[in-house]
């Protein structure tokens, strides 16, 4: 189930506790066609300022990626390790630094222990082909209890091409352009500024429309590599496949975006909110995001309390065109609110929150914009989690 | 310590469990100025829309309070309910309508039990004058664990006038004009268009300067009640003892802000976060509130841990014009990063986390804007407060 011509490496170099792997390796056979996304945090750590560079060329063929350390707010120091751990990989693989993108996940404003890091850069590469991805998902996790993997089989003329995408999640986490770590690799050929627009729309309409906790990493990196290894004619907007792959790619990003709102940190529930008939898309997404930021909307979530004034409070505060007694609000098929004011069935809704997987829908009755935002609830272990994460 | 010519009255009316009073009646013998500020939520609860007609005319003479429901999201039938509270008070009174503002906060969403609110205002009145204060600021509360109270005498000219207040607060707490409900009230004769925009000011740099989770509430409302019953000429912004007046008001509301990040929902500690260097004032209240609003922030200083990291990425996504390379981070006295780098004093810092009331200062060194915001520590009581809140 893995895209041709792609292998994987995973090693122990002890920047987390001891027993978890977290520095791995991701590489194609022959050069690849690349994009990305990257955080619009101000504050980027050094390897997104590496690869944002890079990735202006359209090419690559490795990514080097470690946990337990972010390589955020380290500085020139910060950014002279980052080049070393491409450098060296590169020169372990016989290929140009400037194919070798870079990625770090973990603890902000500690420097790279690269005493340990280097040593294992080598081993790294002569174990390449002996993990799997599933060894590569596990290494990059932080506070993530299960390896993310989301793949997709793409027909393209007779051949049939795969998509396969791997992340990590878990805490601050709330994109707006990427969020987290997401690595995607296909075999299917496909034009590098097609490539480009097409991760771009899927990002938006999935990675860009999660949130855990309304904090905004340093560190978010998503990348596609398409090395062709399919030998189909590449794919250009006019193709008659275009259609097919745009669509396996979105599935793909949104089957990785709900993995991580599924592993929000602390999360005992998948939530899914819905907002239609708002005055533009812009409009339904602030609304969306206001509704799924609100620590008390998830607090209420989590406590199976269909609390739907919390509901309208955060559609009130979004900043999106709302008209109270214009609103519906349903739990599930629920319907708790209609024209802004109690239906008396919050007993029903409550029994819909006591599932995994929740659907709030809410229409504003003011248009046609309509946006999807993933979130999970919050719960104490949230709290544990973030307010032991360090030690 | 009470200004003169208040009364004050609190019953119980069993809109909240019982055994806590919940109706409540501030009464001035005297016609008042008054001022208000109100949320800006666009979801108003019925009694905000009502006194912000009322305010217009600058007059005021009594205010009826209740707690455990919020009267929000209750459409017509929310405000007929307002208006039927206001002019069952003051006909019982003998005032005007108009001079009877209304408050109300607790759950959204459902109807307010007139028939148990009813009956009680007449035993509201019956009793003026035998309850204290204190007693109208415990029936306010809701999640609040302790009344807010806090008073400032004031010289004017050779009398000495009295300022004091009354708020609630503790969750649902993210101001964008005032927050929570907070009734000040002074003898000090003051010319309305100046009590009101004092009081602005002081709103703008205290409660719109304070949060606890985010959350924007429906209710919020702050109104102020000059009757001038110490005798003095109306105070005007030409007269000598405005500054000390002006002064004495912001100094009140910083107080009460203070209490309620105190209290804040599962509050452990009471944090202030300054930034200065700044480009304006605006920037810096935008990175204030970002630090401020972060989760992992929270739940860091909650578990004494010094993750000025955390604090990094919050301003990176501020808003605010930030460079990373020049960015100071304290906590208390203890510089935690400098120019974007590590001091590695981290332990240090962690020290001064295990106090109950702490500082953190931020330098941006891009100017000279500041902005100092307070809330609290993020803790496992905040989830369960928020979970249970309806049960």
Known sequence: MIPKGFLFSAVEAAIKKPGRKDLALIYSQVEADMAGAFTTNRVKAAPVRLDMRKIKSGKGQA????????????????????????????????????LLYTASTGVIGNPMPMDRIGPKIQELIENLGKWSLEDVAASIMTTDTFPKIFRKKVKIGNKTGMITGICKGAGMICPHMATMLCFIMTDIAVHQKTLERTLHNAVN???????????????????????????????????????????????????????????????????????????????????????????????????????????????????????????????????????????????????????????????????????????????????????????
Chains 1, 2 share one sequence.
């Open 205 to 391: 309409k999935t990675f860009n429309r999660l949130t855990i906790d309304g904090d905004m990493s340093t560190n978010d990196t998503v990348l596609i590599m398409a090395n062709g290894m399919l030998g189909n004619p590449p794919i250009t907007e006019k193709s008659l496949s275009y259609l097919s792959f745009n669509y396996a790619l979105e599935e793909v990003a949104y089957g990785l975006a709900a993995l991580i709102a599924k592993d929000g940190e602390g999360a005992t529930k998948f939530i899914e909110i819905e907002v239609n008939g708002a005055r533009s898309e812009a409009d339904a997404e602030k609304a969306a995001f206001a509704v799924a930021n609100s620590n008390l909307v998830k607090t209420a979530i989590y406590g199976n309390d269909a609390n739907w004034g919390r509901i309208m409070a955060a559609l009130g505060y979004s900043g999106a065109d709302i008209r109270e007694e214009k609103v519906d609000i349903y739990f599930g098929k629920v319907k708790v609110a209609g024209k802004g004011l109690a239906s008396g069935r919050d007993k029903a809704a409550g029994e819909v929150l006591r599932k995994k997987h929740i659907k709030i829908i809410i229409d504003l009755n003011m248009g046609k914009g309509s946006a999807k935002v993933l979130t999970c609830d919050m719960t104490e272990e949230y709290i544990r989690v973030n307010a032991d994460y360090r030690t």
């Open 63 to 98: 990514i080097i990626v470690n946990s337990g350390n972010a390589n955020a707010c380290t500085g020139r120091v910060g950014m002279q390790d980052a080049t070393e751990m491409a450098k060296r990989a590169a020169e372990g693989l016989g290929i140009k630094t400037s």
